[in-house]
């Protein structure tokens, strides 16, 4: 399969650019790229399209992709009446596979191939979304959210039997594989001190990623301080061993300089998720701030608090957000480089983000309807503020066509 077009270039440590070229793919990798002239036979492509790595949404609820836009409530508020009524409905394990397969042709047809996901509580759905992401080939890591309190009875289990079914899904889902089982505290709200010092062991014992939220509203706060004795957030996660270069939290918006310096010092990433935040009109986190105190920021879309699941509009967010602060406005080409070699760094994931010769091929076509390709505008940030999903006419996952428009 030979695509040609320009090819998005994440060679620059903090932005990406183009230029002219094609891939070619062979079975599930990248056989050559090569920028310069195409050849005039070539499979898919043409001059005007973009050629781009795949997209990596660092958070994510698979449960919740049929309640986007359901009640912008305040988040406790909307767990309590959208979000635990929905994911109950994972506790049949064959509405939780059929579900997580449209969830995934859905990212597919949005361009993302890699996925950092929370399942329910509910181990059987999480395993059957687990083999979901090995038989659709998306690239990720897969939860099961993990709560013993705070959480109606029915979504609650006691903390030996989550960890015992967490350990079962690692055992099956190795990390380090394209998909595996992550260790997922949903936040420190819905678990006991056990149960967060128990997963910090896990994750430990088994080099598993660690997703969790944290500070994301201030009522949210006060309720685990509350809970933890008046500890500070991100100390309550540390002290369970849970703050790691392994561990992702989504929000991070009401973290103080030393809070971060905390998150820094131990190199666990902070999932910016801007949708998310406007929809449960959380506040605004400080991109410049985070990243000047030196944590790693990575970019998702929430769903289902976030309303967006094309990354290249979380990445416009992303944009927005820090412009409505007063931030230095973060440029399109930041972005472009954010939404897939910056997370795939921040995942550890060396081979993904890049269109490289041995990598996984990963990788999405563009077509956009605009003259993109002007001499006198920055093209990524044409294409990044005109965005139109029609113009994404392929997607490949692993080497095999994912998605294709119409
Ligand atoms: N905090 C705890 N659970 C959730 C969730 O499902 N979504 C969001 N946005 N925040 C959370
Ligand atoms: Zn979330």
Redesign the pocket.
Known sequence: MLVSGQLLLNDLPDRARTAPGYVRIEGDQIAEVVTGEAPAECDAGGPACLICPGFIDTHL?LP?FDMQGAHGLP?LE??ERS?FPD?RKWADADYAAAMAERAMRRLFSHGTTGICA?STVHADATRAALQAACQLGIRGVIGQ?LMDRNAPDDLCRPADQLIDETTSLLDDFPPGGRVAAAVTP??A??CTDELLAAAGRLAAERDATVQ??LA??IP?CEWAADLFGGARYVDIYRDAGLLTERSIY??CIYLSAEDRRTMADRGALAAH?PT??SF?R?GAMDRRATLSEGVTLTLGS?I???YEASMVRVGRAMIETASSIGESFPVAAEAWRQITAGNAAALGWQDAGHLRVGAPADLVLIEPSVPWLGANVDPLSMLMFAWDDRWLTHCWARGELAYCRG
Do not use: K, V
């Open positions: 609820h919740q988040l909307w767990l979000t994911e929370y959210s949903r936040f709200i819905s969790s939220h994301e509203t949210e989504g929000h998720c998310a935040n449960l959380a929430d289902g608090a976030g």
